[in-house]
C-alpha cells in the first residue's frame, strides 16, 4: 500500500513561484510512475505533469509546458512540482498520484494511489 502527501501550496501572486511536494510512504517507490493533477474550483480534475518511475522521462500538460517541471528523488521517496510564471488560471487543489507500473500516464484513471491535495490559489 502506497500513501502520498502533498504539502507546499498556498497563496502567490500572478507571475510568482510555488514548489510542490509529494511524499510517498511504503514499499518500491522506485518501480512507480508518478503524476501530478489539478482540479480547479466548479471544474473536473485534469492533468499537469507526470514523470516515470526511473525519471528519465516526463509530460506534461500544453498549459503548463514551459512553466512547470516535474522531478523525483527516489532515495527519499518524494516527487516535486516546480511551479513558475504562475497565473489566476493555475489555482486549483493539486493531488500527487502513483501508478504501480515504472511508465507515466497522462490519465486520471490509469492512476492508484491519490494524495489529499493541497490548495494552489494565484491573485491576480
Known amino acids: 500500500q502506497v500513501q502520498l502527501q502533498e504539502s507546499g501550496g498556498g497563496l502567490v501572486q500572478a507571475g510568482g513561484s510555488l514548489r510542490l511536494s509529494c511524499f510517498a510512504s511504503?514499499?518500491?517507490?522506485?518501480?512507480?510512475?508518478m503524476g501530478w493533477f489539478r482540479q480547479p474550483p466548479g471544474k473536473e480534475r485534469e492533468f499537469v505533469a507526470a514523470?516515470?518511475?526511473?525519471?528519465?522521462?516526463?509530460y506534461y500538460a500544453n498549459s503548463v509546458k514551459g512553466r512547470f517541471t516535474i522531478s523525483r528523488d527516489n532515495g527519499k521517496k518524494m516527487v516535486y512540482l516546480q511551479m513558475n510564471s504562475l497565473m489566476p488560471e493555475d489555482t486549483a487543489v493539486y493531488y500527487c498520484?502513483?501508478?504501480?507500473?515504472?511508465?507515466?500516464?497522462?490519465?486520471?484513471?490509469?492512476?492508484?494511489?491519490w494524495g489529499q491535495g493541497t490548495q494552489v490559489t494565484v491573485s491576480s
Open positions: 514523470i516515470t518511475a526511473g525519471g528519465t522521462i516526463t
Open positions: 498520484a502513483g501508478r504501480g507500473i515504472v511508465s507515466a500516464s497522462t490519465w486520471v484513471n490509469e492512476y492508484d494511489y
Open positions: 511504503g514499499r518500491a517507490f522506485s518501480s512507480k510512475a
